[in-house]
């Protein structure tokens, strides 16, 4: 994701200003999760440029009476209504909420969880899945709209998924210690599974853990099953076996943006009635989805060069050399498996790839072109195409930016 660039000198010289003009704002976050950590990143990327801002950080297990002596003008919090959110309002100190897509407080910032769903469930449709599963905890506001989206997107394409509930208990050891341990009842579902199957998992540790439990079952990740999380935990995913796909969420947008609503009601603004959605940045695929499901293996072996060789300048002649088959063959095969044609599903998997470096990089849009084999002059036009967003668009939903 683009980094918010800091400035040296007067503007963020807040020792310079009186004691009575300076704003002490406390974020109450834990951070014992990417997550977490990538929000209070976004937060002091927006206090860089703020003088007038003193900004402490808490965890959620402060006691209030400590919070209050601080004195604080403004608050991010990690909190359900509670005790400390009923003190804090009591004194009249503006408070935004991150991170609990389930309270009732406003301002909220969150992300939109069933656009999460519907990327997934798109993504899997593009890909010649015919058969979906979704692992979640319904008891889990989050979770609920994940699922509710990734439901809807299939059942616009005439598709119902397979859905296992996670069940409170096992949700709650999942939040206790970060991660569950092989699950055998979500095993056996696994493995009753339809396949090929594209399976949708709330989390990148539940994902984590049906790629496990598939090792241990003897399936194979992702031709047989293919797993999708989200969050995109770097090290979580790169450390899984295979390595994990999944929703990158700007968590730093997040921060950002909770900084910036703070600010606003801070200087009178009215709070919003409604929780400001952060849009997912796409799908960091790696190899648990990188899979096209065909059953026709000379169609699965042409998808499978496509997809590796589309970003290096190939045709569809490149195509026809690796695999032994006639264009008009692969045509039609494509046409009825996938309902596009080679040609579009190069198109696809390059536009896949800039999606991803737009999402992640700092690159220029020429750089993103050519490293996507697509000319710079054309890059925009296809993207849009491809998204129904222009390059600068798409970024710009994650990049930190000021309202």
């Not at 979906?132 to 990734?150: H, K, Q």
Request: proline share 6%.
């Amino acid at each position: 994701m683009p980094s918010h660039r800091s400035h040296s000198g007067p503007r963020n010289s807040a020792a310079s200003l009186p004691c009575r003009d300076r704003k002490h704002i406390v974020a109450v976050i834990d951070w014992n999760a990417g997550s977490n950590r990538g929000v209070l990143r976004g937060i002091r990327a927006y206090a860089r440029d703020k003088p007038d801002w003193i900004l402490r950080h808490t965890s959620t297990h402060t006691p209030r009476e400590i919070l209050l002596q601080w004195k604080p003008d403004g608050v991010i919090a990690q909190l359900d209504e509670g005790p400390i959110m009923a003190a804090l309002r009591r004194r009249g100190i503006p408070v935004v909420v991150v991170l609990m897509p389930h309270v009732a407080s406003r301002p909220l910032v969150t992300t939109n969880n069933q656009a999460v769903g519907k990327l997934v469930a798109a993504d899997f449709l593009k890909r010649g899945f015919r058969h979906f599963a979704m692992v979640g905890a319904p008891s889990v506001r989050s979770n609920r709209d994940r699922m509710a989206g990734f439901a809807a997107q299939l059942a616009a394409a005439g598709h119902k998924p397979i859905a296992y509930a996670i069940s409170p208990r096992w949700e709650r050891r999942h939040e206790a210690t970060g991660f569950i341990g092989w699950h055998k009842e979500l095993q056996v579902w696994l493995k009753a599974l339809p396949r090929p199957v594209g399976v949708f998992l709330t989390n990148d540790v539940w994902a984590r853990e049906a790629a496990e439990l598939c090792q241990l079952a003897g399936l194979q990740v992702p031709e047989q099953v293919a797993i999708i999380g989200v969050d995109n935990d770097e090290l979580l995913c790169e450390m899984a076996q295979p390595e994990l796909s999944s929703v990158l969420i700007p968590w730093e947008k997040m921060g950002f943006e909770a900084a910036n609503c703070l600010d606003r009601v801070m200087n009178g603004a009215a709070a919003s009635a409604d929780p400001v959605l952060v849009e997912p940045g796409g799908i960091v695929t790696r190899h648990s989805s990188d899979v096209m499901a065909v059953s026709e293996p000379l169609l699965a072996q042409a998808l499978r060069f496509i997809n590796q060789h589309a970003c290096e300048r190939i045709h569809i002649k490149d195509v026809l050399r690796a695999v032994p088959i006639s264009r008009r063959w692969l045509e039609w095969q494509c046409q009825r498996t996938l309902g596009r044609s080679p040609l579009r599903e190069i198109r696809r998997v390059r536009m896949a790839k800039a999606q991803q470096l737009l999402a992640t990089t700092d690159l220029q849009l020429w750089r993103i072109a050519e490293h996507c084999a697509v000319d710079e002059n054309k890059f925009a036009g296809i993207f849009r195409k491809e998204t129904g967003l222009t390059p600068t668009q798409w970024r710009r939903r994650l990049s930190l930016r000021r309202n």
